[in-house]
């Protein structure tokens, strides 16, 4: 049996920067965290779900503070696919 790794939540990090890829770029005690469907502004409790030795990779558990830069959809990706910008926020 494949032993359970245990979940490491990172709590009340600060989105800094955007990647080219559309995440969200925070620094935790210099360590570059990527976080999913987030923007700059947004402060955030994050799961890790990748560990590198330069950089994690997580997704938001739970949103503190939403970013002044969020902004109401135009529904447009469910229609014609859109693109990874406009997907629905979490």
């Not at 902004?71 to 693109?83: E, N």
Request: charged letters at 25%; aromatic letters at 8%; a positive charge.
């Amino acid at each position: 049996m494949k032993k359970e790794k245990p979940v490491q939540i990172l709590e009340q990090l600060e989105v800094t920067a955007m990647s080219s890829e559309g995440k969200g770029i925070a620094r935790l005690d210099g360590m570059v965290v990527f976080i999913d469907h987030c923007v700059t502004g947004d402060v955030v409790d994050a799961r890790i779900y990748r560990k590198k030795s330069g950089y994690r990779e997580a997704s938001p558990v739970k949103f503190h503070k939403s970013s002044a830069l969020r902004i109401v959809l135009f529904g447009h990706f469910g229609v014609c696919g859109g693109c990874k910008w406009q997907k629905s926020s979490i």
